[in-house]
């Protein structure tokens, strides 16, 4: 007998993996800032797809634990730098040029509200994948997956709107002087020599 193609079969999924950004892409900062974007794409996705397929509830027997330790250590060491490049870096550099533009200077604060937003969401999302990478059950399930769920769907909206419009603004605007400063502050959160 032969399987039917029309019935569906469980999708597998390759590990979730994220790629080094290379150090002198640090040079051009707005590409490295694009660049952990797809990165933390990568991240909302897999949570996304976490949360719709119940997998958050058992995540060591769905063989998922290697992917929420890829999403731990993002949220806990990345994510921070992330928004930090883009608060005390990109955001400040960009409004020097955009001074007189209502539309950017209101986009801007709208993300930064949203960055505020995420620091509220991330302790009881970091509190329940460490509950889950020790193999216990979350403890307060309910704000976990509320609060995971909130995270995602802001951030999905957060790239989207960086990526379409502060980032192209960044390019046109911000000088190429502004773009080392903004690279070497960049690299010394990273402790990371700058590229010369």
């Known amino acids: 007998?032969?399987?039917?193609?029309?019935?569906?079969?469980?999708?597998?999924?390759?590990?979730?993996?994220?790629?080094?950004?290379?150090?002198?892409?640090?040079?051009?900062p707005i590409e490295y800032i694009f660049a952990d974007h797809y990165?933390?794409?990568?991240?909302?996705?897999?949570?996304?797809?976490?949360?719709?397929?119940?997998?958050?509830?058992?995540?060591?027997?769905?063989?998922?634990?290697?992917?929420?330790t890829v999403i731990q250590a993002y949220l806990h060491d990345d994510l921070p730098k992330h928004i930090a490049d883009e608060e005390e870096d990109l955001f400040p550099h960009l409004e020097q040029y955009c001074q007189n533009d209502g539309d950017a200077k209101q986009i801007l604060a709208t993300l930064r509200q949203e960055h505020a937003d995420n620091f509220t969401l991330l302790p009881p999302v970091m509190a329940g994948l460490d509950n889950l990478l020790a193999g216990a059950a979350v403890l307060e399930r309910e704000l976990f997956e509320?609060?995971?769920?909130?995270?995602?769907?802001t951030q999905r909206?957060?790239?989207?709107?960086?990526?379409?419009?502060?980032?192209?603004?960044?390019?046109?605007?911000?000088?190429?002087?502004?773009?080392?400063?903004?690279g070497r502050s960049m690299a010394a959160r990273r402790n990371i020599v700058f590229p010369g």
């Open 146 to 153: 509320t609060s995971a769920a909130r995270f995602v769907e």
């Open 157 to 182: 909206r957060h790239v989207i709107w960086e990526n379409n419009i502060i980032l192209p603004l960044a390019r046109r605007f911000i000088k190429a002087d502004d773009m080392v400063i903004m």
């Open 39 to 68: 990165r933390l794409r990568q991240i909302i996705a897999t949570m996304d797809r976490f949360l719709t397929e119940g997998v958050f509830a058992l995540p060591l027997a769905t063989g998922a634990g290697p992917d929420i």
């Open 1 to 28: 007998m032969t399987a039917d193609p029309r019935v569906s079969r469980p999708r597998k999924h390759e590990p979730l993996s994220l790629e080094l950004i290379p150090e002198n892409l640090l040079r051009e």
